[in-house]
């Protein structure tokens, strides 16, 4: 097992900027891929990014990419998301992941573990 524990959420002005983290605890963190997903009230989860397990690798959805990134510290057992520019529309509970392996990490059912979420709420 592996639990996820994210932190860092708040309220934010348009514009403004925050750090998510996500500390593992359980079996060897540098083992998994790492994914930040988020969902807005009434919408379905919506993938944001992943890293590799070397942190070598990212990917970003288009409508996060240049804004957002993702790090993570294997020694920490700590994944980041750095959110820059932040719009309204990024409002939503932000959930980080853990996955062993998939063919496609854009997907909610490529995660083996997820955290409980924390709120970001960005006003206009």
């Known amino acids: 097992q592996v639990q996820l524990v994210e932190s860092g959420g708040g309220l934010v002005q348009a514009g403004g900027s925050l750090r998510l983290s996500c500390a593992a605890s359980?079996?060897?963190?540098?083992?998994?891929?790492m994914g930040w997903f988020r969902q807005a009230s009434g919408k379905e989860r919506e993938f944001a990014g992943h890293?590799?397990?070397?942190?070598?690798?990212?990917y970003y959805t288009d409508s996060v990419k240049g804004r957002f990134t993702i790090s993570r510290d294997n020694a920490k057992n700590t994944v980041y998301l750095q959110m820059n520019s932040l719009k309204p529309e990024d409002t939503a509970v932000y959930y980080c992941?853990?996955?062993?392996?998939?063919?496609?990490?854009?997907?909610?059912?490529?995660?083996?573990?997820w955290g409980q979420g924390t709120q970001v709420t960005v006003s206009s």
């Open positions: 992941a853990g996955s062993g392996g998939s063919r496609d990490y854009t997907r909610p059912d490529a995660y083996d573990y």
């Open positions: 359980g079996r060897t963190f540098s083992n998994y891929v």
């Open positions: 890293i590799s397990r070397s942190g070598t690798v990212l």
